[in-house]
């Protein structure tokens, strides 16, 4: 049974940090890049950090940038997002997702075949 599982998340306030963890189980984790996207209240949902399959290629989205950082252990099946500098606008339900792709990064949804459950990431004072 594929499972993706994330954790991590929670109630922050601005400028605080928090980071996210994504850990896969029933499928060969090695092949799959891994991408963290997040969706807001009457927003769609938009890829905020993307890696490869062998951590080599990374991609974050230019409202993130040197604030997140995407990372990935395979020896543990575990996907992580760093968070930093948390802006109130950073506040959605995030899901990290898996793509059967080959040496590159995708940020297209469609590409997506696995999705964990979502988690709430808050930044509120």
């Given at each position: 049974?594929?499972?993706?599982?994330?954790?991590?998340?929670?109630?922050?306030?601005?400028?605080?940090?928090?980071?996210?963890?994504?850990?896969?189980?029933?499928?060969?984790?090695?092949h799959f890049a891994i991408?963290?996207?997040?969706?807001?209240?009457?927003?769609?949902?938009?890829?905020?950090?993307?890696?490869?399959?062998?951590?080599?290629?990374?991609?974050?989205?230019?409202?993130?940038?040197?604030?997140?950082?995407?990372?990935?252990?395979?020896?543990?099946?575990?996907?992580?997002?760093?968070?930093?500098?948390?802006?109130?606008?950073?506040?959605?339900?995030?899901?990290?997702?898996?793509?059967?792709?080959?040496?590159?990064?995708?940020?297209?949804?469609?590409?997506?075949?696995?999705?964990?459950?979502?988690?709430?990431?808050?930044?509120?004072?």
């Amino acid at each position: 049974q594929v499972q993706l599982v994330e954790s991590g998340g929670g109630l922050v306030q601005p400028g605080g940090s928090l980071r996210l963890s994504c850990t896969a189980s029933g499928f060969t984790w090695a092949h799959f890049a891994i991408g963290w996207f997040r969706q807001a209240p009457l927003k769609e949902r938009e890829a905020v950090a993307c890696i490869s399959k062998d951590g080599g290629s990374s991609y974050v989205v230019d409202s993130v940038k040197n604030r997140f950082t995407i990372s990935r252990d395979n020896t543990k099946n575990t996907v992580y997002l760093q968070m930093n500098s948390l802006k109130f606008e950073d506040s959605a339900v995030y899901y990290c997702a898996a793509a059967y792709v080959d040496g590159v990064v995708t940020t297209s949804l469609i590409e997506y075949s696995y999705w964990g459950q979502g988690l709430q990431v808050t930044v509120s004072s």
